[in-house]
């Protein structure tokens, strides 16, 4: 079965330069979240999107953006980047039309700010 | 606010020894709970899952979660573990209104010697 794709999977930028992560949900799926873990700490929710629109927010930082587009795929959009951003970012789809609210994580995308 | 407490923060075992790992939430309301399993180097994977009905709640791989509503508990348990268990446990909740967001616990970090 088709699983949720980030790319890239692995970005190395520098401070203050910007990055761009890309998430592909399942097929289907309406719904996309946003999650950053940084080393040895758990998932901390930063943005949500559902039929295009922002559904939620968490402790999203100004300097990063997200968006839906049509396709559903979604972007976070990462800009002044700081050493601190240096985390695992996952993406996670889900389906209103199903019961309850899975998530389905995707592979993650490990990005390393020098 | 919406929290979520897991007990113990590394759990080390032998193979086939019992395994139950703490998980209580924190929520004014109706949740669904869940519990994801991060092996090594990858992504969150869902263990199983509770949204309503029968309590006890059978995932993959042998594992099982009780949801306990008077005592806002969802621990994790599983007969006995295997080597290839060694991973991150993450127990997470998300309410049924108010939003789209999940919140994750501190994760627990299981490592079974073989």
């Known amino acids: 079965a088709a699983g949720v794709i980030q790319s890239p999977r692995h970005l190395i930028k520098e401070k203050r330069e910007t990055a761009t992560l890309k998430c592909y949900p399942i097929?289907?799926?309406?719904?996309v979240y946003w999650y950053q873990q940084g080393p040895g700490q758990d998932p901390q929710f930063l943005i949500s999107?559902?039929?295009?629109?922002?559904?939620d927010k968490g402790s999203i930082p100004d300097r990063f953006s997200a968006q839906q587009f049509s396709d559903y795929h979604s972007e976070l959009n990462m800009s002044s980047l700081e050493l601190g951003d240096s985390a695992l970012y996952f993406c996670?789809?889900?389906?209103?039309?199903?019961?309850?609210?899975?998530?389905?994580f995707g592979p993650g995308t490990r990005l390393t700010v020098l | 606010a919406q929290s979520v407490s897991q007990h113990n923060h590394h759990v080390i075992l032998s193979e086939a020894a019992s395994l139950e790992l703490g998980c209580n939430y924190s929520?004014?309301?109706?949740?669904?709970l869940f519990w994801y399993v991060q092996y090594p180097g990858q992504h969150l994977q869902l263990l199983l899952k509770?949204?309503?009905?029968?309590?006890l709640v059978k995932g993959i791989k042998g594992f099982e979660a009780e949801f306990i509503k008077s005592k806002f508990s969802f621990n994790l348990r599983k007969p006995s573990v295997q080597w290839s268990d060694t991973a991150e446990y993450f127990c997470?909740?998300?309410?049924?209104?108010?939003?789209?967001?999940?919140?994750f616990g501190a994760g627990t970090r299981l490592f079974v010697k073989a």
């Open positions: 996670a789809s889900s389906s209103s039309a199903g019961v309850g609210d899975t998530q389905y």
């Open positions: 097929p289907r799926h309406d719904t």
């Open positions: 999107f559902y039929e295009k629109m922002q559904s």
């Open positions: 929520y004014g309301g109706t949740v669904n």
């Open positions: 509770y949204f309503s009905g029968d309590p």
């Open positions: 997470a909740v998300k309410g049924v209104t108010g939003g789209f967001k999940t919140i």
